[in-house]
């Protein structure tokens, strides 16, 4: 059970950090560059 809950909390904790990841990169404008859109 604790094994779960471990899991879970590091699965957490890497959604949140791909999301800041990816604000990150919109902010450095690498996002728009891929979906073509000019800021």
């Known amino acids: ?3 779960l809950v ?6 957490v ?3 949140a950090l791909l999301v ?3 604000g990150i990169a ?3 404008g690498l996002i728009e ?3 073509g859109a000019p800021s």
Do not use: I, K
């Open 33 to 35: 560059l891929r979906f």
């Open 20 to 22: 800041l990841a990816l």
């Open 1 to 3: 059970m604790r094994l």
């Open 13 to 15: 904790l890497l959604l």
């Open 26 to 28: 919109s902010g450095l």
């Open 6 to 11: 471990f899991g879970a909390a590091v699965l």
